[in-house]
């Protein structure tokens, strides 16, 4: 088909441990010398086609792909044809006008049709299975601030999900342990060939009880959360149920003052946080919280990503 000869990066697994490490040292570059790199995509476009909602991840690539001299494009898949067409015919059309594509899509499945049918390379840009430019981030922001990324020990808290899986994916090309204390899976997202392989790898551990948590962090140099209360729990009454049965499941996993105190770890979440739930709002800008650059490296990751992609010279 179409787009098989491209390097795409619909998630981790598809990459070598060369492209990641390659990328997350870029990026750190990126960050500390934005100039070298302002002319690197001159010429190029970026399209972002998004299905869902984003900050962060809209943000990143627009202005990462203007800081790297080129220019991009927002598309909501509601003012496309995307949701009347072939969505082959469809990529494969605007992938004959950008140069790289961003999906934010709600299906995996999805995100394979269109790196199928383009002839640009495709980003996931978040789907229910994996977060592979989340992941990138998330491994730079540990290699900046621990100074590896190797024997590193991530406990992921939460949700088994596809922040989850990309998390455990970058630890397998990385040599980071990822302990994921999840009482409650997402099926969409599970993806039992991963764990068993970080497992097999000596990568990866898996607990579902709170009685955990405590020993679990004592040996953790980070701590990375995700929102297990969804928006529309919020804003309609039809979720007023499962909004509280989530908030009894899960309530014992919240990251606060007490379950860290005393401990030497970093503090993640990919945001946005919905303070007293999974996360308390101290604890975002607690001094070991990373939350805040970690959002700000989405930026420098992105274009990282991108230059990556194009094959660009270091």
């Excluded at 992921?156 to 630890?171: C, D, K, R």
């Excluded at 009454?237 to 007490?258: H, S, Y």
């Excluded at 919280?289 to 990282?304: C, P, Y």
């Amino acid at each position: 088909m179409y787009g098989t000869s491209i390097l795409h990066l619909t998630t981790l697994k598809d990459w070598s441990e060369a492209d990641v490490l390659r990328t997350v040292e870029r990026s750190i570059d990126i960050k500390r010398n934005p100039r070298h790199y302002s002319a690197a995509l001159s010429g190029k476009t970026l399209a972002l086609l998004f299905q869902k909602t984003s900050t962060r991840t809209r943000c990143a690539g627009e202005i990462g792909m203007t800081q790297l001299g080129g220019h991009a494009l927002y598309l909501d898949w509601r003012n496309t044809n995307f949701g009347l067409a072939d969505l082959g015919d469809e990529v494969r059309v605007l992938s004959s006008y950008a140069d790289f594509i961003v999906a934010r899509l709600m299906q995996h499945d999805d995100v394979l049709r269109a790196a199928e049918a383009s002839t640009a390379p495709i980003m996931n840009g978040c789907c229910n299975r994996y977060h592979p430019l989340q992941g990138l981030t998330d491994l730079m922001t540990v290699h900046e601030a621990l100074g590896r990324l190797e024997g590193v020990r991530l406990t992921y808290v939460g949700v088994l999900n596809n922040v989850a899986n990309s998390l455990i994916a970058a630890g397998l090309k990385t040599g980071m342990h990822v302990t994921c204390i999840c009482p409650e899976v997402n099926p969409a997202a599970r993806d039992e060939a991963l764990y068993s392989e970080a497992s097999a790898a000596g990568l990866y551990e898996y607990g579902a009880e709170a009685e955990q948590l405590q020993d679990v962090l004592a040996q953790s140099d980070v701590v990375y959360t995700d929102t297990w209360i969804d928006m529309e729990f919020f804003t309609d009454p039809a979720f007023a149920e499962e909004k509280e049965r989530r908030i009894a499941l899960f309530q014992p996993f919240q990251i606060n003052a007490d379950l860290v105190r005393n401990l030497d770890l970093k503090i993640l979440h990919c945001l946005p946080a919905h303070h007293g739930y999974e996360i308390t709002g101290d604890m975002l800008h607690d001094p070991r919280s990373l939350i805040f650059t970690q959002a700000e490296n989405r930026l420098h990751s992105q274009k990282a990503v991108l230059l990556q992609l194009a094959n660009a010279p270091e």
